[in-house]
């Protein structure tokens, strides 16, 4: 293992001993073209594949977050699709139908505040300490925004219908056939409260892929 690769290991395991705010920083970190790239290569696997819940323990992050009706309308859980800094994603039968839950980890909404505030006290430390850490200030930020963003699930919620009402209103033509943008739905959501974690369920995308084999380039431009 290389030096970068074995320093890579080492921070993402740290922040992901910390805390979801701290690892949604890791995976803003990991986007910085002058940290070592193995470095980055590392810290890139916070996106999606931080701190997987055993089965067990993703059975009772479900239970935590879901009231008792919608746990029982939950008849099979599959494959997990991804676990990222706030929420742990699952394919599961609901209701009869193919869906996907997204869940937020145990606790991650009281410890969103205080990771954020220990982040930003550690890099005003580095900073004073160094100019060349000042580029972190601006990942604290978008770390910030991001996080207070992804567990105010009543916000996320608003967003989904805006981009609902706006997709219904457009198609686009390509040959012969018409396509309708689609955007998955909600089916159930739960803010966090009452020490429960949030979750939303949504339909399974479904649909078609739309290729350019064939194409000329004037077609192309002329589609886009």
């Given at each position: 293992?290389?030096?970068?690769r074995?320093?890579?290991?080492?921070?993402?395991?740290?922040?992901?001993?910390?805390?979801?705010?701290?690892?949604k920083?890791?995976?803003?970190?990991?986007?910085?073209?002058?940290?070592?790239?193995?470095?980055?290569?590392?810290?890139?696997?916070?996106?999606?594949?931080?701190?997987?819940?055993?089965?067990?323990?993703?059975?009772?992050?479900?239970?935590?977050?879901?009231?008792?009706?919608?746990?029982?309308?939950?008849?099979?859980?599959?494959?997990?699709?991804?676990?990222?800094?706030?929420?742990?994603?699952?394919?599961?039968?609901?209701?009869?139908?193919?869906?996907v839950?997204?869940?937020?980890?145990?606790?991650?909404?009281?410890?969103?505040?205080?990771?954020?505030?220990?982040?930003?006290?550690?890099?005003?430390?580095?900073?004073?300490?160094?100019?060349?850490?000042?580029?972190?200030?601006?990942?604290?930020?978008?770390?910030?925004?991001?996080?207070?963003?992804?567990?105010?699930?009543?916000?996320?919620?608003?967003?989904?219908?805006?981009?609902?009402?706006?997709?219904?209103?457009?198609?686009?033509?390509?040959?012969?056939?018409?396509?309708?943008?689609?955007?998955?739905?909600?089916?159930?959501?739960?803010?966090?409260?009452?020490?429960?974690?949030?979750?939303?369920?949504?339909?399974?995308?479904?649909?078609?892929?739309?290729?350019?084999?064939?194409?000329?380039?004037?077609?192309?431009?002329?589609?886009?």
């Open positions: 293992m290389s030096g970068g074995a320093v890579g290991r080492g921070l993402k395991m740290f922040l992901q001993n910390k805390g979801p705010a701290f690892i920083f890791g995976q803003l970190l990991s986007y910085l073209p002058t940290l070592d790239a193995d470095i980055r290569a590392e810290l890139a696997t916070l996106r999606d594949k931080a701190n997987i819940p055993a089965r067990d323990e993703l059975f009772e992050i479900l239970k935590m977050a879901l009231p008792e009706s919608e746990m029982n309308k939950i008849s099979y859980v599959g494959k997990l699709l991804g676990a990222g800094s706030f929420y742990i994603t699952v394919q599961i039968v609901y209701d009869g139908r193919p869906c839950i997204s869940v937020m980890r145990p606790y991650a909404h009281e410890l969103t505040a205080s990771g954020v505030d220990m982040i930003a006290r550690t890099i005003n430390d580095l900073v004073a300490a160094g100019k060349k850490f000042a580029p972190l200030q601006n990942i604290l930020n978008q770390a910030r925004e991001s996080a207070f963003s992804e567990i105010d699930i009543e916000q996320d919620y608003q967003k989904y219908k805006h981009a609902k009402h706006v997709y219904e209103q457009y198609s686009v033509t390509a040959g012969d056939a018409t396509y309708s943008p689609d955007v998955a739905q909600w089916l159930a959501y739960g803010a966090a409260e009452n020490g429960a974690n949030a979750y939303k369920i949504m339909e399974m995308a479904s649909g078609h892929s739309l290729t350019f084999d064939g194409w000329t380039e004037q077609e192309k431009h002329d589609f886009a």
